[in-house]
């Protein structure tokens, strides 16, 4: 049986730092994932474009019996971080705002986890209104338990099903590619996105063990294509092995965007932790001047 690592021992926000050349890897560096059946989170994730800092994470489980399957870390580029600080400000504050005050990021905080159409909206845009806002992030998944990618294949794509659901009372559009989309209106029935999501089934559903606590890396790219890797060798301090599985890229940003708001949005979420310290993460972010290099 899984065991859960005490509440007071998680964090409720991750806090953002800035790597330090010339210092390993230690506790400092490390976020308790939560359970004993994976090792803590490196604050950090090297990928081929660069360094992602952790913004938060949280275990993944299913039926009312609470079966732990995976924790879930979300990382962001180091360099998009002042950006999606500035559009978290610009969308929940307004448009002047360069930090939140405390009322502010309470206001804020609650918006975020909203499950109805206010928080759907904010998450939404941060992450279909690509005209205004691009960052660059990963999911980090490392299962409690061995798996395979068919089954975190139908659990991915029943995520992303459930997300396509125009907002109630939302004209239908497809165009996200307009300067101003209306991200609530967008719908998903086309032939387009029907080929994407068929695309990202193949790429995760290939016949392949996932062993406990191995790393499977789902990437977001700036234009909002998804990668997706997986390192068998268990490695955890950040770093891909030599041994990293480049598994395929769908390059419609829909698809990525609704696997997000899987974890991010709604009523129902894939891991209610994870979006409560990815949201932690964000609002912890506020707090100091946009554009404040952070961690410092």
Same mark, same amino acid.
């Given at each position: 049986?899984?065991?859960p690592?005490?509440?007071q021992?998680?964090?409720? /926000? ?10 390993g #890897? ?6 308790? =994932?939560g359970?004993t ?9 090297k ?5 992602y800092?952790l ?16 924790v879930g870390? *979300? ?5 998009? *971080? ?24 309470e206001?804020?905080?609650?918006? *975020? ?15 279909l ?13 490392v ?13 991915? &794509?029943?995520g ?8 109630p009372? +939302? ?11 209306d /991200? *609530?209106?967008?719908?998903? #029935? ?7 999501? =068929? ?9 392949? =063990? ?14 909002g ?9 268990g490695?955890?301090d950040?770093?891909? +092995?030599?041994?990293t ?7 419609d940003?829909? &698809? +990525?965007?609704?696997?997000?708001? #899987?974890?991010?949005a ?10 409560? +310290? ?7 972010? /506020? ?8 961690? /410092?």
């Amino acid at each position: 049986m899984d065991a859960p690592v005490p509440s007071q021992h998680l964090p409720s /926000v991750v806090v953002v730092e800035k790597e330090t050349k010339g210092e390993g #890897n230690n506790a400092a560096d490390q976020v308790p =994932s939560g359970t004993t059946s994976v090792p803590p989170f490196p604050r950090t994730l090297k990928l081929e474009d660069g360094v992602y800092h952790l913004l938060g994470l949280g275990i993944r489980t299913v039926s009312f019996l609470n079966i732990q399957v995976y924790v879930g870390g *979300l990382y962001v580029h180091e360099d998009d *971080l002042p950006g999606l600080q500035m559009a978290v400000l610009k969308r929940v504050v307004g448009q002047q705002a360069t930090a939140a005050t405390i009322t502010e990021r309470e206001d804020m905080k609650k918006m *975020l986890l909203d499950g109805g159409e206010k928080g759907e909206r904010v998450w939404r845009e941060l992450l279909l209104d690509l005209e205004h806002t691009k960052w660059r992030s990963a999911w980090r998944i490392v299962p409690t338990r061995n798996t395979d990618f068919q089954h975190l294949r139908d659990g991915f &794509v029943r995520g992303i099903q459930a997300r396509t659901k125009t907002a109630p009372h +939302s004209p239908a559009s497809t165009d996200i590619t307009s300067s101003s989309p209306d /991200v *609530l209106a967008l719908t998903f #029935n086309d032939t387009s996105f029907t080929e994407s999501l =068929s695309s990202f089934r193949n790429i995760v559903g290939i016949k392949r =063990s996932v062993a406990k606590k191995k790393t499977v890396i789902l990437h977001r790219s700036a234009e909002g294509a998804l990668s997706v890797l997986f390192d068998p060798s268990g490695r955890n301090d950040g770093v891909l +092995s030599e041994e990293t599985l480049k598994m395929g890229t769908v390059t419609d940003p829909r &698809v +990525s965007a609704l696997l997000w708001l #899987n974890y991010l949005a709604g009523d129902k979420v894939a891991s209610k932790e994870a979006r409560e +310290s990815v949201v932690d993460g964000v609002v912890g972010m /506020v707090k100091r001047p946009a554009g404040v290099q952070l961690g /410092v």
